[in-house]
């Protein structure tokens, strides 16, 4: 079991991204880490820091349930673009790291979907999946 993050469109053919359940948890912490904070600190992931206090444009996608949470709107997406393709600038210059390695190829699926989603207007689902 796992999370599949995809475009709400019916075409199959369109990008997605997929993690399982501990994937995806490992990538957000990453992600949160990147911004400055950690994600254990967060209200909702055992912490009572509320999401307020953070100044990210990623908090949709850290704030975001596991599974069965709300679309994520176009604009949304639109809104974590810049900061995870300047994640993607400034990271792929040192891969002799392969965690960090993984963290940037998990980055770059990411931004690719979200590029669909905004190029279509439609919104970015997370949905439990049963193929990881």
Not at 1 to 19: E, I, N, Q, R, Y
Not at 54 to 69: F, K
Request: aromatic content about 8%.
């Amino acid at each position: 079991m796992g999370l599949m993050l995809f475009p709400g469109v019916d075409d199959v053919a369109s990008p997605d991204v997929s993690w399982s359940y501990t994937g995806f948890s490992t990538f957000r912490k990453w992600l949160a880490q990147t911004e400055g904070f950690a994600l254990a600190e967060m209200d909702g992931f055992g912490g009572e820091r509320q999401w307020s206090s953070v100044s990210t444009t990623l908090a949709p996608l850290l704030n975001h349930p596991d599974d069965d949470g709300p679309d994520l709107a176009p604009a949304q997406c639109a809104a974590m673009l810049p900061r995870l393709e300047a994640l993607l600038d400034q990271r792929r210059t040192d891969d002799s790291d392969p965690v960090l390695r993984r963290r940037i190829e998990d980055v770059s699926q990411l931004v690719t979907v979200l590029r669909f989603c905004v190029a279509k207007t439609v919104s970015y689902v997370v949905r439990r999946s049963s193929r990881l």
